[in-house]
Every structure is written in C-alpha cells, then in structure tokens.
C-alpha cells in the first residue's frame, strides 16, 4: 500500500513541473458533450465524422469558427454554447482532482459513465505544444469484490507528425454511433496500454474530376492484454477507418484482432497474415494443430448513421452490423455476424434540450457447434478468455448472448444541471449455456446462467464554479430462469470533480 501511495505522490508532483495547456482530442467521459457534438453534425454544422473515440478537437475547433450563431434555432444555439464552453476550458491550464464512491459497484460501464470503480481516487493533467500531447493520470481504485490496485487510466504520451499523431497509453475507446453500447469496442473495459497511430484532421479527398469531397479519418492501435488470461500477454490490434460520403450520412469500418501473444508467433509476416484475413484454420491454406495453433481471433464489422430533420427535429437511425470473424473465400467479407440498430431525437421539452435514444442488439451468434447455443461472440478456441480484459468485455456491455433494448433521455435542464436516464431490458446469456461456468477467466463475466434484468439508471450532474458534481444510481431486478428467483439491487454512486 506504502508503495503504491509513493508512486501517486510522486506522479502527482510531476504534474507541477510543468504548464498545463490542453489535450488533442475529447475522450468518452462527458456524454453530454457528444450530445451537444452529435446535435451540431445532424444539423450539417459540422464536416467531420464524429463516431469515433477519441474524437479529435481540431476538426471541432475549426467548424465552430465557421458557424454563424444567428442562423441557429435555440436548440442549437445551446448546443454551440457548451461545445464551445468546452473547448475554452479545454485550453485551460488546470489540474484535475477527481473521486468517486458507490455502494456496490458497476457490472459494466457506458459512455459518460464515471463509475467503473466501486471507489477510486484520481489526479489528472495535460500538457500540450505544437509537437507534442502528454497526460498524467496518477490513482487508486478498489473494485467491489476487494481487489485494489495503483491506476493510470487515461495517461499518454503523444507525438504530432504532420497530420498524424503518434501516442502511447491507456485511453478509453468507443467505435460507433450507439449511445449505451456498441458491438465493436467501448469503455466498458479498462483501457490497456497501447500504442496508436490517428489521423489528426479529417481533411476531405476530392473525388478526380467531380466537386465532391468526402472527409474522413483513420485510427489504429495495437495494444497488449497484460492480466491474468489463458494467452499471456496477448496483443490486440484495432482498426477504424470512418468517412461522410454525404453530410447527412456518416459510415464507419472496424477491425479487432488478437495475435500473438505468451507461446504464439508476433513475426511481421503473422501480423500480415492478420491484415490480409488469413487466419482462419482450414481456410486459404491455414493449417492449425498442436503446433501451429490458429494465428488469431479476429472481428470485423461496419456502422452507419443517417440523419434528417423532421418537422424542425432533427433525427438520427443508426445500426452495427459487427461479425465474430470473415471467411474471404465464402465471397464475403464478415460472417457470424450480429446487428445493433438504433434511432435518437434531437428534442426539446420546455425549453430544455434533449436527446432522447432507443437501441437494440442481440449478441447470439450460432457457430454451428450447437444448435440454439450460443458461447461463440467474444469467445475463441485458442485465445479462449477472448475478447475480454481485466474481467469484462472491451465490446458490447452485456456480453455474448444477450438480447437487449435501453431507452435512454440525455437532459441539459440549464448550464449547471444536467440528466441522464436510462431504462434496461436484458435478456441476458438466454442460451442457457456458458463456456467455462466454474473458470473466472473463460466465458461470460457477467452471468453463466440465464437471466432476465430490468433496470432503471438515473444521474444528475452538477457544476458549480470548479467544482461539478454528480450522483447517480440503478435499481434493478434479476430473474434467475433456471430456478425462477428475484433478486433486487441497488446502487448508489457520487463523484465530485474539482479543478485547480
């Protein structure tokens, strides 16, 4: 314990060595701001694709320059003020004192969601120039089943070249248009370490001979699962390549994969073996036995969100169509794979903006093994504690096998107070089967029977000069079906911010 307070100390004191400037980019911790960022792209304010995170500033920043205020509705003009709030105090020098408490503990956690701990205690600072981005995140956090340990959640080190900027860390990640959670990649996880390579600006290609010009970005990963898994040490690369082909239509490209890895190849020519799809045993010449073991476990899949205004509302209808691998000798690019659709409304109830969403997916994927079971997304026969870190799922909140609806309202009720409420239906692991029901890293964290939640979140925030505040909980009720049971839970959470 000694130790681990030593290393926050003197993190901490590194943090007033230096001036404090801005950070490149807007991470998943604020959902009210990807509101805001979501309302100004539906209304055709902003050029660039903004379904990826880390979402970068300098596309934003510049937009905003270019809005004329007067021709805003009031919706819109709130909007622009907070985005913009934003960015000015993004460019503050400051230091950022964070906590966090709740009665139980998260079973999962969402964008904007600031709870991934039971309790947690945080420094946070940035320094940036115009070659380089570096953040200090230095913390403590205990888990709800006891666990404790030293945390540097969203630190890095990032380098510009051009328009591209090289970083080191461990960031939070979202690929996707969904509000709750994503098939692809969330921050449900932990962030592991990883050195990224991102576009900076999404500045447009102009198709030859033609006036059309279609912005679009790109980012790739390549991280390391460094905690307790049957693979040691598995590596993870990440792709995202996002692009509007239209201002009404935003289209976004992702690929995971887990590669090498304790007693597996991390050769170039494996790692290309990866890029080209060839790692399906059997397929395209890939031999797999006890001595050459399938080479990876990949993913792949596309998202697409259309917008339009309807009687002055703008409206939004989005899907993800996310597979569990891809068979390019079956003449497709992805198979096995599972959908998320969704539909969010840009509102405003007396006077108070509004986003109002509702989404769907179904994480049950028949690989044929079984018929009816499931056991398969997320999962890998090789790579068996899958695609999983620290004990949840980097992807979809509720795992594999879930069938789920959320709606959920995202209120700004005044600049102080905002309001986040979501209601859940999970049907959760409904194959009534689980791949390793008695082993903690193999299967689905969540559950290794079937049951069905209902569950009614709610979170009000608060800001008051440096201070902000917020508070929050979920009560909800589990149905075991096997043996027919209830259990009711609650949980209640506070977090306090404070900015130096």
């Not at 622009?80 to 503050?92: D, E, N, P, R």
Request: charged letters at 20%; one cysteine or more; a negative charge.
């Amino acid at each position: 314990m000694k130790a681990v307070f030593s290393k926050i100390i003197i993190s901490a004191s590194l943090l007033f060595t230096f001036p404090l400037v801005a950070e490149p980019w807007i991470d998943t911790s604020d959902i009210y701001l990807k509101a805001n960022i979501r309302l100004l792209a539906d209304s055709g304010h902003f050029t660039t694709p903004v379904t990826t995170y880390p979402l970068m500033w300098t596309d934003i920043s510049r937009d905003l320059k270019n809005i004329d205020v007067r021709s805003l509705s009031s919706i819109e003009q709130n909007a622009f003020a907070y985005v913009k709030h934003q960015l000015k105090l993004a460019k503050q020098d400051k230091i950022v004192l964070r906590a966090g408490a709740s009665s139980e503990g998260s079973k999962f956690t969402s964008f904007g969601d600031k709870n991934r701990y039971q309790h947690s205690v945080q420094i946070h600072s940035s320094y940036m120039n115009d070659r380089f981005a570096v953040n200090v995140s230095p913390g403590y956090a205990w888990t709800a089943d006891g666990e404790h340990d030293y945390i540097t959640d969203g630190s890095y080190v990032a380098a510009y070249l051009g328009n591209w900027i090289v970083s080191f860390g461990r960031q939070d990640r979202w690929f996707g248009p969904m509000w709750d959670s994503s098939l692809s990649l969330t921050n449900n996880a932990r962030p592991m370490q990883a050195l990224a390579l991102t576009r900076k600006s999404a500045e447009p290609v102009t198709i030859p001979w033609t006036e059309w010009s279609i912005p679009w970005t790109v980012t790739t990963f390549m991280g390391q699962m460094d905690d307790e898994r049957v693979v040691e040490n598995t590596l993870l690369w990440g792709f995202r390549f996002n692009f509007k082909p239209f201002n009404n239509l935003e289209v976004g490209v992702t690929r995971l994969a887990q590669w090498g890895g304790k007693g597996h190849s991390k050769s170039l020519s494996t790692f290309w073996d990866v890029l080209i799809g060839r790692t399906n045993c059997g397929i395209n010449g890939v031999v797999c036995d006890d001595e050459n073991a399938n080479p990876a476990n990949q993913q792949a899949g596309f998202d697409m969100r259309y917008s339009l205004n309807l009687f002055d509302t703008p409206l939004g209808v989005y899907g993800n169509y996310f597979a569990e691998d891809g068979d390019a000798s079956s003449g497709g690019l992805v198979t096995k794979a599972q959908i998320q659709v969704g539909f969010d409304a840009q509102l405003s109830f007396f006077d108070t903006p509004t986003t109002a969403f509702f989404e769907y997916s179904d994480s049950m994927a028949d690989c044929g093994a079984r018929d009816g079971i499931g056991d398969c997304f997320y999962e890998h026969a090789e790579y068996e504690t899958g695609m999983r870190y620290k004990g949840r799922t980097i992807s979809h909140l509720y795992d594999n096998d879930a069938d789920t609806f959320v709606f959920g309202t995202i209120s700004q009720l005044s600049n102080y107070f905002k309001v986040t409420n979501k209601l859940r239906y999970l049907d959760l692991n409904y194959d009534k089967s689980d791949k390793a029901p008695d082993n903690p890293i193999i299967g689905n964290p969540l559950t290794s029977v079937h049951q069905k939640v209902w569950m009614i979140s709610s979170n009000v925030e608060h800001s008051y000069q440096n201070w902000r505040y917020s508070i929050g909980g979920d009560l909800s009720q589990t149905k075991t079906v096997d043996d027919n049971t209830k259990e009711n839970e609650i949980n209640i959470y506070f977090n306090v911010e404070y900015i130096l």
